[in-house]
């Protein structure tokens, strides 16, 4: 089983442009998904914030800053990585160290994974998450690095021909998964469908904005939020043409398997090799 | 069998956006939609035009005129209904007697049904179409309305919250199928899917820009064009809310086939009840 052993700790990938405040009427955890992320910390709430993905990393950093500390966090901290030096030094390892919660915002998934893959940072964090109960957050690019693969680059309305896209190891909190996010607006699917035609191994996550999924044990998911979850499993997919045509020709593939899920649906990931 | 008897006709369902002249090195009909619809012509060679859809008929005519004689088409006639009335006549009817193909224009779907169904030229096109060669194609909003059920209303990157679209009769040439067009840029995937929840017996077929399908026999597509055509097959559907649910709460529906087809490949469309 690739995600075993079970982690205690908790994901929530975040499809982008999530609420920033509570709106009237609609001040319940189930809709705002920066509150729920709050309700669900553990200990003494103190909250790390990881801007490294955002080219204008104090401005991302200051958003989040506010409306934690408005929903009652008690200690907010920005762990600005900017290098690979930072993310390996016992200052960083000391801030994960004391965090309940951590929270990667959005920006390029590849500043993440190049500036962190690796290092002492993500080894300790990953520790921790395998057995305490710490919450990690990332929205938008900071939700496709959690897993992997990670898809890092191809044109939105685009990945129908073949090596338009362009997928790495990404964090790897979370493995065989490939998540999208901004999803139905930016009309992903196909892109999506490119990874999984790469790799039927791989179920695909599409995050719609202001949507998340909270992943308990590695592979239960709810979902929150306002918008859809899809998901995508290739395993019993047929007719996959993407290893016989060449670089720049369209592929296809059929019998994927498409799930759209709302608030409150859960979805159990499939195990290695598509067992339960 | 919903579309039985087995039409003579064939239909090009084009998604809008199709290149209007040959690119250098691009000639051939595989990616050229118009020359193929040319070549498979019967006959004398007589289009009629409709860009009854079009808010502005006669510049959407204008170019379909030009492109179609380059083509080598000898007759290109247009034929602009802005009546029941019209579509009623005499002499509409005379003009879709003369013609080996019919194209309709894009614009709005809703101007077709509301202006065309139920007339005389659509059952005399309709009876042309079962028993004659004629082709009939239709592109964007010409495509949409060809088949029933058909989408008419829909913020693109919408179609999660019940009720957030409209369903209304096409002009039934295909039956039991949903086409939506400009797909995978305007990210329909989940409108396509609400269609599918209301009554999972229909099939949805998505359409990207300059990309069609040729349908011959009511049910054998042929993938042509640049883009990709995607089929969403709701006959073994798990887990659908559509019913449960209140007017603007999202739906959730699983087990969807997603099928994405590239140029060249073909796909029969499930017959009644989903039997072959």
């Not at 319940?28 to 909250?47: C, H, M, N, Y």
């Not at 907010?76 to 200052?91: F, G, I, M, P």
Request: proline share 4%.
């Amino acid at each position: 089983m690739p995600n075993s052993p079970r982690p205690k700790g908790r994901l929530l990938a975040i499809g982008g442009h999530e609420q920033r405040q509570a709106k009237d009427g609609h001040e319940k955890s189930a809709d705002f998904i920066l509150q729920r992320f709050v309700e669900e910390l553990p200990g003494p709430r103190t909250v790390v914030v990881i801007p490294t993905a955002s080219e204008e990393p104090y401005e991302a950093a200051q958003d989040y800053l506010d409306v934690l500390t408005t929903l009652g966090v008690e200690h907010v901290e920005v762990l600005n990585v900017q290098s690979r030096e930072q993310a390996d030094s016992d200052e960083t390892q000391a801030l994960i160290d004391r965090a309940d919660g951590v929270l990667f915002t959005g920006g390029d998934q590849l500043r993440l994974t190049a500036l962190i893959g690796g290092t002492r940072l993500l080894g300790r964090l990953t520790e921790r998450y395998l057995h305490e109960p710490i919450i990690i957050a990332g929205t938008s690019a900071g939700a496709t690095a959690m897993s992997t693969p990670m898809i890092y680059q191809g044109r939105n309305d685009a990945g129908f021909l073949k090596d338009e896209i362009h997928i790495t190891t990404g964090l790897q909190l979370l493995r065989d998964v490939a998540i999208d996010t901004h999803f139905v607006r930016r009309g992903r699917i196909v892109r999506m469908a490119q990874i999984i035609a790469t790799n039927p191994g791989c179920v695909g996550l599409g995050l719609e904005e202001d949507t998340a999924v909270l992943i308990t044990k590695g592979r239960e998911l709810e979902v929150i939020g306002n918008g859809i979850v899809v998901l995508l499993d290739g395993h019993h997919c047929t007719g996959n043409t993407i290893y016989e045509i060449a670089p720049g020709e369209g592929f296809s593939i059929r019998d994927l398997r498409l799930h759209l899920l709302a608030r409150g649906q859960r979805y159990t990931l499939p195990g290695f090799y598509g067992a339960d």
